[in-house]
């Protein structure tokens, strides 16, 4: 079956570095979701990609949707506290729909 | 307040005895689904439900089951409940498949 692996597990940043977490799939995807969880709280979505190549920003933060489909990757520029939780991306392949794969998740800490 | 609301919040039984966590949408939304979260593992997919009386199988359906009765339910139960199936929970909802999901607050549940 479809297989979302998500790279580094753990990453621990100073306060003011970059932060990348990066997702690849077993297979092509229609679409691709990110979601933030802070500790203790319940995944929120971030934001969806779904055009091959796709570059989009929130601010400090820049997503990419891989030419093929099958990559994608988050950074955040100038880590914040703020910025301190688990991001998971979700991946759904165009011939499972509604079956939707997350990765394992990038647990991110960031010391002040 | 457009949400999610999964009950318990936390359940703590005792293996074979049957249990229900409910979860509810008030947005109107198609599309339901519930996962679970272990370390490591990220969020597995249990059951997805498109519609009313449409459910199916996501990537670890086994020793769960669910109902899709009406369009704001979508109950996960246990029938026969055993310690492997100690994890966090989550319900989440979407208007429709591939859209961006909305999640509950989660159910930790330990099974004895």
């Known amino acids: 079956g479809q297989q979302v692996m998500q790279i580094p597990q753990y990453q621990h940043v100073q306060e003011g570095e970059d932060f990348t977490t990066y997702c690849n799939s077993s297979t092509t995807l229609s679409n691709i979701q990110w979601y933030k969880q802070r500790p203790g709280g319940h995944p929120v979505f971030l934001i969806q990609l779904v055009k091959s190549g796709e570059v989009k920003k929130q601010k400090r933060l820049t997503f990419q949707f891989g030419e093929a489909k099958k990559n994608s990757s988050l950074h955040i520029t100038a880590t914040q506290t703020t910025d301190v939780g688990t991001y998971f991306c979700?991946?759904?392949?165009?011939?499972?729909?509604?079956?939707?794969?997350f990765g394992q998740g990038t647990i991110l800490t960031v010391h002040p | 307040e457009a949400q999610v609301t999964q009950n318990p919040r936390y359940l703590i039984t005792v293996t074979g005895k049957k249990l229900t966590v409910t979860c509810s949408q008030n947005?109107?939304?198609?599309?339901m689904s519930w996962y679970r979260q272990d370390p490591g593992l990220g969020l597995r997919q249990i059951y997805y439900s498109m519609n009313v009386e449409v459910t199916d199988k996501g990537d670890v359906p086994e020793g769960y089951k669910v109902s899709r009765k009406e369009k704001r339910n979508f109950p996960l139960i246990l029938e026969s409940p055993s310690p492997n199936q100690t994890s966090l929970y989550f319900c989440?909802?979407?208007?429709?498949?591939?859209?961006?999901?909305?999640f509950g607050s989660g159910t930790q549940l330990s099974v004895l």
């Open positions: 979700a991946g759904e392949s165009g011939t499972s729909y509604g079956k939707l794969t």
């Open positions: 989440a909802s979407s208007g429709q498949a591939n859209e961006k999901l909305f």
């Open positions: 947005m109107n939304h198609e599309y």
